[in-house]
């Protein structure tokens, strides 16, 4: 069987803003690890790209009188064309406004809600804009500012698609128990599992209001991937899909894949799993030895 090979993403960058020195770094960092494992004859795939779905691109937008897409492809020229100035030796560029990639992204939602894991309801909370994200009661600091942003949240009540996340509270508990290997890295085990056993919460696909819901419906009856789903599955597809192309990823591989993926998001990114999906994160490495890449770059 051969290797899945080794992959290493930067964050999916918010076109909010052109680039800063921040995202120098992020991404010189794993360019860094790129360079080092091909010195090492692994097979790398090395991603970047823009993350262009969210409340904070569209009010950024709106308070410079553009729309959100003409802001997007504004930015996300500025953050291609940081790349050769750093002389960085990513393989491939995401958009998450890729045409491919929004369609992708319906597939892939439209089997969760085939499989009857997609609900309608209103979710209530405390909301944070810049965070683009609703916080728990126990994360709030006190006078309602958010942990991150230390700015005051407002209560907003939302209808929204939701991921039936509960229905796996006991699968996933069972699961562990059983095979405690299955959380790799092992030291993120006994986070994981505490994590779960505090109660799985069915968490939100969709954002209200946002042009993109609209865009993305695959029809009127069905869910929309915003923000959360898009980021995620940003930094995995193009990766799965060379990794397929080149004949080095086996069938189920890309599961462990995935599994690395959630375990080494960055400790600053708020909650473990319901938090794992659509949020900025530090460069995330994965897989093992394999053939070295021909250099590719879009």
Partial sequence: ??????????????V????????????IAADVIARHMRLRQEDVFFLTGTDEHGEPVADAAHALG??????????????KALMPQLDI?????????????????????????????????????WYCPRCADFKVENEILEGNLCPIHEIPLTRETEENWFFRLSTFQEPLERLYAEQPDFVMPQRHYNEASSFIGQGLQDISLTRAGLPATARLLAHAARPAAVARALAMYGSIVEELNQAYERGN???GSHIAFARQIMFELNHEAETLATRG????FFPVVAGG???????RRR
């Avoid at 909010?16 to 991404?27: E, I, K, R, S, V």
Wanted: no cysteine; glycine share 8%.
């Fill in 249 to 251: 990823m086996e069938d």
């Fill in 16 to 27: 909010n803003a052109q680039p800063h020195l921040g995202h120098a770094y992020t991404t």
């Fill in 277 to 280: 999906i659509g949020i900025p």
């Fill in 1 to 14: 069987m051969s290797a899945p090979g080794y992959y290493v993403t930067t964050p999916i960058y918010y």
């Fill in 66 to 79: 553009l729309e959100p897409k003409e802001l997007a492809d504004r930015n996300a020229e500025r953050f």
């Fill in 289 to 295: 030895v394999g053939k070295k890449a021909k250099h």
């Fill in 89 to 125: 030796s990513n393989d491939f560029f995401i958009r998450t406004s890729d045409p491919e990639h929004e369609l992708k992204v319906q597939e892939v939602l439209q089997r969760v809600y085939d499989n009857g894991y997609v609900h309608k309801g209103v979710y209530e909370g």
